[in-house]
């Protein structure tokens, strides 16, 4: 005990306030999406070595548009679920907004119209199930579940279960920002990139970001502090459903034409990216990043698989093990960490 | 006038009576205690006063104006803070965030508001020097000490200028050095105008920061005395009901 050594009470103070329990990297090195990222890149070196097409700028743009529209899709998703909901609804949106949106373009009514119908009709499913869910307090698992039989459903009797395949005097413009790329970047990566900033933007930056992530860790909590809890979940599913309502545009573009199966299955796939990317379900935890490497992680092992001449039969088996490893690294990493 | 005047308040739960009749004031600087035995009515006397629930019937009063609180940020607006026995503190979120939750600070670019998270920070150090705590703002709650729980909920309460504090068992689950911090906060909220509530089961804390000592016993009140005119052993004579009322 020297005097040297102590430090007057403010020095101390102030160490303590600037303190961190760790840096931005360290911070980076213990989220779930950082640890995908390198999952992706171990593979890419793999296929590289395996397959003389990987590499090839035509299967980077093939990839990367692929897992675009599933990007997209999970950046909703992964909202829903930090507020520890689930939308098992998306795929069946995708049906009935890409029917919508056809229709509505059939009938002469131009890109505008169009694009406003089809994310008008995504807001307004997601607005039912966000007020039964916020308001009426209903199980989000049921909720949804119930919506995606009945989207669906909708989608079969707008069409009268027809494909369609004439949209009107913008069918150029339409095709061209679904299918087509700016410098060589399809366009679907280019909304899926700046998208996945806006999210970043919003999850760091933003208020209601922030409330969203309260009522993940405490719903009542954060009502006891103000927030308007209704209101924020609401918004959260209108959110999620208009990720899938963009996706259902972009993509209903691509293939120049739209059948009511639209979108099908897809809710599995963009649940499995949104977890994959470090979504927990039991709320709380988001990152924008995640979406996006979640859905590319999923697409390359599609592709990977493929290249490698392995039977496609085998896809839906390595994409549930690697939804069921990247959940096990979660609780394996949570556990050394408590 | 007295800041806070409750008159009659009654609270019915179906057929289970939690409160009846309760008559209480309370004048600026303040610090009156809230003692009783489990189950006696105080967590529901406290979840009225800020706004959790409506009394059946009675009434609030606050500067002499009947007040209703539908809803807790109603109490708030009224002045009146609260710090919740399980402290309401979400754990994903850093200990900064928890201090400002539902009153961020934000700075504004052209239209665009966004989080302020550096003026946060420094606010929220600031408030956690003063309650001589080692909280870190960057913290996540989820890795904290009960002591430093504790510190983030009361420095909840020092965002806003409150003129009621209420404080359910704040001294329950910490370190006896931060019980001595969490006493002198509340010495200097008095000394600053401020009226504080305090529910504890610790006698020693009653008697060391308040000035009078209301008891309650199966949902009435059965006792109100300056502190300096009782004793520890009368007030537990009268929340056990060996004594029946003074």
Same mark, same amino acid.
């Given at each position: ?12 103070? %102030? ?43 035509? /299967? ?7 897992? +675009? ?14 507020? &520890? ?21 059939? +009938? ?8 406003? +119908? ?32 009945? &989207? ?22 339409? %095709?061209?920002?679904?299918? %087509? ?20 933007w919003v999850w760091r930056y933003s208020t209601w970001g922030r409330w969203v992530i309260a009522i993940?860790g405490?719903?009542?909590a954060a009502k006891l502090a103000g927030i308007p809890v209704?209101r924020v ?13 963009? &996706? ?30 470090? &979504? ?22 599609? /592709? ?35 | ?5 409750? #008159?009659?308040? =009654? ?16 004048? #600026? ?44 940020v109603?109490?708030r607006?009224?002045?009146? #803070? ?7 503190l979400c754990?994903n979120l850093t200990a900064a965030a928890n201090v400002f939750l539902g009153r961020e600070i934000r700075k504004k670019f052209?239209?665009i508001s966004y989080l302020d998270h550096k003026a946060m920070f420094e606010k929220a150090a600031e408030l956690?020097? !003063? ?6 703002p960057r913290?996540?709650v ?10 983030v909920?009361?420095a909840r309460?020092r965002l806003s ?7 359910? #068992? ?10 001595? !911090? ?37 949902? =009435? ?12 052993? !009368?007030?537990?004579?009268?929340? =056990? ?6």
């Amino acid at each position: 005990m020297t005097d040297t050594t102590q430090k007057s009470h403010a020095e101390i103070d %102030e160490s303590i306030t600037s303190r961190q329990e760790m840096s931005g990297l360290q911070a980076a090195l213990k989220t779930q999406p950082f640890w995908v990222f390198i999952a992706l890149i171990a593979i890419g070196v793999v296929m590289s070595f395996i397959s003389d097409v990987f590499l090839t700028e035509r /299967n980077f743009f093939n990839i990367t548009r692929n897992f +675009a529209f599933f990007g997209i899709m999970a950046l909703g998703m992964s909202a829903v679920i930090c507020t &520890a909901g689930i939308d098992l609804s998306v795929g069946s949106l995708m049906g009935l907004a890409g029917i919508v949106t056809g229709l509505v373009m059939q +009938a002469g009514y131009g890109i505008g119209f169009g694009f406003i +119908a089809c994310m008008g009709a995504a807001a307004i499913v997601g607005l039912i199930n966000g007020i039964l869910i916020a308001y009426v307090r209903m199980a989000p698992f049921v909720v949804t579940l119930g919506m995606l039989a009945m &989207a669906r459903s909708i989608a079969m009797v707008i069409s009268n279960n027809k494909m369609i395949y004439d949209f009107g005097p913008d069918q150029e413009l339409f %095709e061209w920002i679904g299918g %087509e790329s700016v410098f060589g970047v399809p366009n679907p990566v280019w909304v899926l990139m700046i998208l996945t900033v806006v999210f970043w933007w919003v999850w760091r930056y933003s208020t209601w970001g922030r409330w969203v992530i309260a009522i993940g860790g405490n719903a009542d909590a954060a009502k006891l502090a103000g927030i308007p809890v209704e209101r924020v979940i609401v918004s959260v599913y209108v959110l999620c459903s208009c990720c899938a309502g963009l &996706a259902a545009f972009l993509l209903v573009g691509w293939f120049g034409s739209v059948t009511n199966a639209l979108g099908l299955t897809y809710e599995l796939n963009v649940i499995a990216a949104t977890v994959i990317g470090g &979504a927990n379900l039991m709320g709380g935890v988001v990152y924008a990043f995640g979406a996006p490497i979640g859905a590319a992680l999923m697409e390359l092992i599609r /592709n990977s698989l493929l290249l490698a001449g392995i039977d496609a039969l085998w896809q839906q088996f390595f994409v549930g093990l690697f939804l069921i490893l990247a959940v096990l690294l979660e609780q394996i990493r949570n556990r050394g960490r408590s | 006038m007295s800041l806070l005047q409750l #008159e009659g308040v =009654t609270k019915s739960f179906g057929a289970i009576h939690a409160l009846q009749g309760i008559d209480l004031t309370i004048s #600026e600087g303040e610090a009156v205690g809230l003692m009783g035995d489990n189950g006696a009515g105080k967590s529901t006397l406290m979840r009225i006063i800020a706004g959790n629930f409506l009394p059946t019937a009675g009434k609030i009063r606050i500067n002499g104006s009947e007040v209703h609180f539908n809803k807790p940020v109603d109490a708030r607006n009224n002045g009146i #803070e609260i710090v919740y026995q399980d402290l309401a503190l979400c754990n994903n979120l850093t200990a900064a965030a928890n201090v400002f939750l539902g009153r961020e600070i934000r700075k504004k670019f052209g239209p665009i508001s966004y989080l302020d998270h550096k003026a946060m920070f420094e606010k929220a150090a600031e408030l956690f020097r !003063e309650l001589k705590s080692e909280t870190r703002p960057r913290d996540l709650v989820k890795q904290m000490s009960g002591g430093q729980r504790q510190a983030v909920a009361i420095a909840r309460t020092r965002l806003s200028d409150p003129k009621l504090v209420l404080m359910d #068992e704040p001294t329950a689950a910490i370190s006896v050095r931060q019980v001595a !911090e969490v006493l002198n906060l509340i010495h200097r909220l008095k000394d600053s105008g401020h009226a504080v509530i305090l529910v504890s089961h610790r006698m020693p804390d009653v008697f060391e920061v308040c000035d009078r000592v209301s008891v309650l016993r199966r949902g =009435t009140k059965v006792a109100d005395k300056q502190i300096s005119e009782t004793s520890p052993e !009368e007030v537990t004579g009268l929340i =056990t009901g060996a004594i029946e009322n003074a």
